[in-house]
């Protein structure tokens, strides 16, 4: 009797402690770090008005432009309401990895609570801004390693947990089933995309195959690590074809369409000239890939671009007229989208 | 000879100034103007006076802070302003060295109490002005005669003074005549101070129509007084003041939140007098009182019989704690107020309510209430106030006997993940909001997260912690044949709550009814390319509005705002009924006109009249 009792509790045991060690070596079903948002349709986030808009725009772009100069306007966005902002200025503040806004974004953290959207985006922040503090610039392979070592260890989470939230995302796209936000391990993955690309732009030849890290698991990932591997004509040339031959837009396309934005005013010409030639060649393109080009030019939101949509309000196509209205209403109000904020 | 006759001449001018005058002249002009909340409280006075001075002898008459000396007859009035409410006068003479003398003054007043409306600059339509000020007035006065013998000589002497006022409360008088027969070899006053026609006091209440936007009572005063001697010295007075008591607030270190000055023209709608219950401790305090309010400092006298008569309640009241240890009222200075012992038997000044272990149990326990001032049991003033929920704490009843059970209003849920994993206690704003909008529908529930949502097939609906906080909703309207984002609508407190729920609601219909998921769905957005088809949207765009940031259910979104916003409009009157701390009610109006604001006009009102309410 002793003797069984004593099996019972050593198997008991045993078992502890094999469920303990695989936890910490990631093995098992997926566990976000942070919970995923609930509900499959839960409401929107408030509308954002022209200004906010406005202030996203900027705050994103001083986040991929590196412009420290500017830190103050996305330290002030921070402070806003809206939780579109303050995720853009968190995804802004990771990218300038400025080690002195640590503080500010630890205060943050304490205030939130721990089941807060906010916090994954927080998290990432921190992240990159350890990462960029142990190697500010990657000039070659091993401070490259170094930086993704950095990274991934200050976000707390290991490569096989980042392809486990890659994979069990993907799942959920494909189910049509949306989580408001894609896990934190998914927007790790991203954000490395973005460290490689940048280390590849920096001379690194072979960035990618040494991290050697998956990126074709999820399709923003995958996208920056290709527009990375292009210069910057070759990268407008690219999404504007791609996005000219559209049929349909779902929600993963916006990634695509705010690569293209983030390209800034110099996409205005190539777009321009695609969207003529595709007038004369009617035949060939899909109404979607107007609309796709008119969020385009609506998300630069650059006057420019006005007489060319304007061009299209008579055009044969009902859904063509649609979309060029739609465009003209965000760019004759100076109303920026950004649609793909974790881009 | 002479000093002695001019000492003599001091000390009975000193007398004179005690006995008929008996205030200080040197108040701040400014003490009589009284800002008390939005109440703009003056005095003036205004008066002339026919004197008469015959000078064989040192003979004067006074009025207010003004004396005249010179000999004959003459008129005077006094300079518009003065504003103390107080009427003084006197005459004397002293007959000593002249032989003989007369001096008289008959004199009228008025004291002009002028309420001003300090009208706040934006008030909403749905305000209610202030259309009167209740207070009490006092008036309290005394009438003097005083004759003083002859100095030591052969010769006799006589004199007769008199003094009397009279007001619509009070009145009085008093006189003396006075033989010093020959020969009085010590000098020997005689004095009336008419114990029986003396010192008055009296108060009324009275009400200012200030529908104009201000309005005045005047009080009138009018009195003589008069001395004719020989050999002799004499003085009559008669002196009268008047002040009011209003209802105002007690100063005290306390949190502002919730509990602010009380002010008697208050206008709650903008703000003023609003008040919350504590998050824990589940009391109200009003720190109501009274002020006096006279150009003079009242006296202990006055403030004894004034205090015991003044009482303060709300209504419709709410309990109180420890009623049966009623205190008496204090005073202190000007102030005279209630004092109550809370629960813990700490003293405050004011009103003190107390709802027991929780907060009262239904919506309508808040809201609209007056707080009272009465004087003698009769009504003196109301103040329109408002009582307040503070909105995140749970200080709420439970409901139902079925504790544990995550049953709506007073419970909720935990999640974890997609599962409703334990009970938790909903905040305020959930229970009142949904006693208010939603009472006896279980299928909303709250949920300790972020945002609101609905899982497919739940057979409820729940609510998340941003559904009391501002929110701007979209608004859709036909354009061409197709739906297309045209408006926001800002809405805050409740009408976010209504909104946060009818969105969910909306899906669960849509859900139910099999609108969603349905295939083929060529954009992903789980409503099916036919489905989009017949209702004017694009199958092949995810966010065919881009309202939603090309979110990849944004046409799933797009129909369930325009059900919110059709459900919306029918609730729209729920503001009034908003009694959180953070809700539509509390503070200056966010909107004005209330209860919202459309971004395409800046009023309640859309620049659009055929914004979408049901799904085309």
């Known amino acids: 009797m002793m003797k069984m009792k004593k099996i019972l509790w050593m198997t008991l045991l045993g078992l502890g402690a094999v469920t303990i060690i695989a936890y910490h070596l990631g093995l098992g079903p997926y566990r976000p770090r942070f919970p995923v948002t609930s509900g499959e349709s839960g409401e929107p986030y408030p509308a954002l008005n022209p200004e906010q808009g406005n202030l996203m725009a900027e705050v994103r772009a001083i986040g991929l432009l590196r412009d420290r100069s500017r830190l103050m306007k996305v330290l002030s966005a921070l402070k806003e309401e809206h939780p579109l902002i303050v995720i853009n200025a968190l995804l802004a503040l990771g990218r300038l990895e400025v080690p002195e806004t640590t503080q500010e974004l630890v205060a943050l953290q304490a205030k939130l609570p721990e089941n807060s959207e906010l916090q994954p985006f927080i998290a990432l922040a921190l992240a990159r801004i350890e990462a960029g503090k142990a190697v500010p610039l990657v000039r070659d392979r091993e401070q490259l390693k170094a930086k993704v070592e950095h990274f991934l260890k200050a976000a707390k989470v290991s490569l096989r947990q980042v392809y486990k939230g890659a994979l069990w995302y993907g799942e959920r796209l494909r189910l049509r089933q949306y989580p408001r936000w894609a896990p934190f391990e998914v927007q790790v993955l991203r954000q490395a995309a973005e460290i490689v690309g940048e280390a590849y732009k920096n001379g690194v030849d072979d960035a990618f195959e040494v991290v050697a890290i998956n990126f074709s698991l999820e399709h923003a990932a995958q996208l920056k690590a290709k527009l990375s591997k292009m210069n910057k004509g070759e990268r407008i040339k690219w999404l504007v074809d791609s996005l000219s031959k559209k049929r349909v837009l779902k929600g993963e396309d916006r990634y695509e369409i705010q690569a293209l934005v983030d390209e800034g005013t110099t996409a205005l010409e190539a777009i321009a000239d695609k969207l003529r030639e595709m007038r004369m060649h009617r035949d060939r393109y899909h109404y979607i890939g107007f609309a796709a080009l008119f969020d385009t030019l609506a998300s630069i939101n650059a006057p420019e671009a006005i007489p060319i949509v304007k061009s299209f309000l008579n055009d044969n196509d009902k859904w063509v007229r649609y979309y060029a209205d739609q465009a003209l209403w965000f760019l004759e109000r100076d109303w920026p989208i950004v649609g793909g904020i974790d881009y | ?616």
């Open chain 2, 1 to 616: 000879m002479k000093r002695k006759v001019f000492a003599f001449s001091f000390v009975a001018l000193g007398m004179l100034a005690t006995f008929s005058l008996g205030v200080t002249f040197f108040q701040n002009p400014q003490n009589f103007r009284w800002h008390i909340g939005r109440l703009i409280l003056d005095f003036a006075d205004d008066g002339s006076a026919d004197v008469s001075v015959d000078d064989f002898g040192l003979g004067y008459v006074s009025f207010n802070d003004y004396s005249y000396g010179s000999s004959g007859q003459s008129s005077f009035f006094l300079p518009f302003g003065q504003g103390k409410g107080i009427f003084s006068i006197g005459a004397f003479v002293d007959g000593w060295t002249a032989s003989e003398g007369f001096a008289s003054i008959d004199a009228f007043m008025t004291t002009t109490i002028r309420c001003i409306f300090d009208c706040p600059k934006n008030m909403p339509l749905e305000g209610i002005y202030p259309d009167s000020v209740g207070f009490v007035l006092f008036m309290e006065g005394r009438a003097n005669a005083w004759a003083h013998g002859p100095l030591p000589s052969d010769s006799p002497g006589y004199a007769f003074a008199s003094g009397d006022f009279a007001t619509e409360l009070i009145s009085a008088s008093a006189s003396i005549y006075a033989l010093f027969p020959n020969p009085p070899y010590m000098p020997f006053d005689v004095y009336d101070y008419d114990p029986d026609q003396g010192d008055r006091r009296d108060a009324t209440i009275k009400a200012i129509d200030i529908t104009s936007g201000q309005g005045e009572y005047i009080v009138k005063f009018s009195g003589s007084a008069s001395t004719r001697n020989f050999n002799a010295m004499g003085v009559g007075s008669a002196y009268a003041q008047t002040g009011i008591v209003v209802l105002a607030d007690i100063p005290q270190s306390l949190n502002p939140h919730y509990y602010p000055p009380i002010d008697p023209l208050g206008v709650p709608e903008v703000g003023d007098n609003e008040y919350v219950f504590h998050p824990i401790l589940n009391q109200l305090i009003i720190p109501v009182g009274a002020r006096i309010c006279a150009g003079f400092n009242p006296d202990d006298s006055l403030l004894q019989w004034l205090t015991p008569k003044l009482s303060w309640e709300l209504s419709p009241s709410l309990p109180v704690p420890n009623p049966e240890y009623p205190l008496p009222n204090g005073c202190e200075g000007d102030l005279i107020f209630p004092q109550t012992l809370d629960i813990y038997g700490i003293k405050w000044r004011g009103l003190v309510f107390w709802t027991g272990r929780y907060l009262p149990a239904t919506n309508g326990d808040f809201g609209r209430r007056q707080v009272i001032m009465k004087f003698n049991g009769n009504f003196v003033h109301a103040a329109n106030v408002e009582i307040f929920f503070p909105a995140t704490a749970i200080n709420h009843p439970p409901l139902g006997n079925d504790e544990g059970s995550g049953n709506p209003p007073d419970e909720g849920w935990q999640f974890i993940g997609n599962t409703a994993a334990w009970v938790i206690k909903s905040p305020n704003w959930f229970y009142y909001y949904w006693m208010a909008a939603y009472r006896g529908n279980f299928t909303i529930r709250y949920a300790n997260s972020d945002t609101s949502f609905y899982y497919d097939g739940d057979q409820y609906v729940h609510i998340g912690n941003m559904a009391y906080q501002p929110y701007s909703m979209r608004c859709f309207r036909i354009v061409n044949g197709h739906i297309q984002h045209a408006d926001i609508l800002y809405l805050k407190g409740i009408h976010t709550f209504i909104y946060a729920v009818e969105h969910e609601l909306a899906h669960k219909r849509h859900y139910e009814a099999g609108i969603y998921p349905q295939t083929p769905d060529t954009d992903g957005d789980q409503l099916s390319d036919d489905w989009e088809i017949a209702h004017f949207l694009d199958p092949n765009k995810s966010d065919t509005t881009r309202a939603y940031g090309d979110d990849p259910i944004g046409d799933l979104q797009c129909i369930a705002d325009i059900e919110a916003y059709g459900k919306l409009l029918l609730k729209r009157d729920l503001w009034k009924k908003d009694w959180a701390d953070t809700g539509l009610q509390k503070g200056p109006p966010p909107f004005n006109p209330m209860p919202w604001r459309y971004w395409s006009s800046g009023t309640n009102v859309s620049a659009f009249n055929d914004l979408l309410q049901a799904i085309p």
